[in-house]
């Protein structure tokens, strides 16, 4: 089995999200009836709250708010009646480890070390690798740029000189800068594909996968050096707003939201406004013609989501294959390790959403299945997996997409 090569083990000192400062913001959790709902999701767009997770049958919203509009935001949780309590007193509090500078082992013998997060340079670095020591399986291209113009990478994975002639399955991670465990799972998934290739030889029979490991390089890197909890892009807006969320900026049922631009929400002037989306959706369709499975990879909530999301009880028409498949990821982590995942349509389960990318790959990508992932939480804030914890979660999640690839490859069979 051949690995990456280096002569000596590689250690490095990262300074985590540093300049930010969450003194005096608090996270609510809120438990509102399903009439209620609606009137606390009007804050979405709101300067100063920041939505955590989202709120569903027995399970609370969880929404960090800022010391300037905490009376507000009070006042009206206690006017509707919504029933919450005070989930952290000080979001500080819960960065605070994040804050030290930390000396990790980024490569054991060479092997890329999966409890550990990686800055963007580093990971190019090893995007770089895989694709100079595997030419026959890799193929790194850069598909766009960033609005700062650093690279955004497509990785193709194959065992066929012509690619794509197998059923395709295309992974994206890291459209929210603050998810650096989502794209730790899709990295480890590409990594097991490559770096154990023999191991794994049953996934790449007959199945063709494209990565797209950060989709978001401006926001993720800045979520590692200046705001943990940044979540947009670095979109330039004017000098009240910065940042374009990019998981609503596609262009199947994207709607703008006006005086929302300070939101982390913010949708964008106009469908694929921002480099980033329209990157990823030229990729993604330059495929369209044998995608047969999206996996976007988030966190957090432990929730397997299909479309559609712009609206309740509006189906793709194999929603229950949806349901049974998302099913079957779900059970085989269950199994493995206890870890639960519910599985069903995102506006039902979670909230309507319009602009979003697994919408976009079911409507103008052509994929017949499509589901956005979203990884169990972990760490006082739900976003920071311990170190020594992520190789668990990256373990357990390949569990998952295991199940999604040997699905695609028996439902989708083709003649060599």
């Known amino acids: 089995m051949k690995q990456l090569l280096i002569s000596f083990i590689i250690y490095s000192v990262v300074v985590l999200a540093v300049a930010k400062d969450y003194n005096g913001y608090k996270v609510y959790d809120l438990s509102p009836t399903k009439e209620q709902i609606p009137f606390v999701m009007e804050w979405e767009f709101q300067t100063g709250i920041d939505f955590w997770s989202y709120g569903r049958a027995n399970k609370a919203f969880r929404i960090m708010v800022s010391p300037e509009i905490e009376s507000n935001f009070v006042n009206f949780l206690d006017k509707n009646e919504i029933n919450y309590s005070i989930g952290i007193e000080n979001v500080e509090t819960t960065l605070k480890s994040d804050k030290i500078t930390k000396r990790s082992l980024r490569l054991v013998n060479g092997i890329p070390n999966f409890n550990y997060y990686w800055s963007y340079p580093e990971m190019e670095e090893i995007f770089n690798r895989l694709a100079t020591d595997y030419p026959n399986l890799v193929k790194l291209e850069v598909i766009g740029k960033s609005y700062l113009n650093q690279s955004i990478y497509g990785v193709r994975v194959s065992k066929n000189q012509e690619f794509g002639l197998n059923p395709i399955i295309f992974i994206d991670a890291g459209t929210h800068a603050r998810e650096w465990a989502g794209i730790q799972s899709a990295f480890y998934f590409l990594h097991q594909l490559v770096e154990n290739s023999t191991i794994h030889n049953d996934l790449l029979d007959n199945v063709d996968y494209v990565f797209v490991p950060v989709v978001n390089p401006d926001g993720f890197q800045y979520s590692f050096t200046e705001d943990r909890l940044w979540r947009k892009n670095r979109h330039y807006v004017n000098y009240t707003c910065t940042g374009i969320d990019l998981n609503r ?116 990508g052509g994929a017949d299945f499509a589901y956005t992932l979203e990884l169990p939480g972990g760490g006082p804030n739900g976003f920071d997996y311990p170190q020594d914890m992520i190789h668990d979660l990256v373990k357990e999640t390949f569990i998952g997409y295991r199940e999604f690839s040997l699905f695609i490859k028996e439902r989708f069979k083709t003649v060599q």
């Open 249 to 364: 900026n596609y262009r199947y049922m994207w709607r703008y939201v006006a005086n929302s631009c300070s939101g982390n929400g913010y949708p964008g002037v106009s469908a694929l406004s921002e480099p980033e989306t329209a990157a990823v959706a030229k990729y993604m369709e330059s495929f369209k013609n044998n995608l047969r499975l999206y996996l976007s990879t988030h966190t957090y909530g432990g929730l397997v989501l299909w479309p559609f999301g712009f609206a309740m009880d509006i189906y793709i028409k194999n929603h229950k294959e949806h349901q049974k498949l998302g099913e079957k990821f779900a059970n085989a982590i269950s199994v493995a390790t206890g870890t639960e995942y519910e599985v069903g349509n995102s506006a039902d389960i979670l909230y309507t959403a319009y602009g979003a990318s697994d919408d976009f790959a079911i409507a103008y």
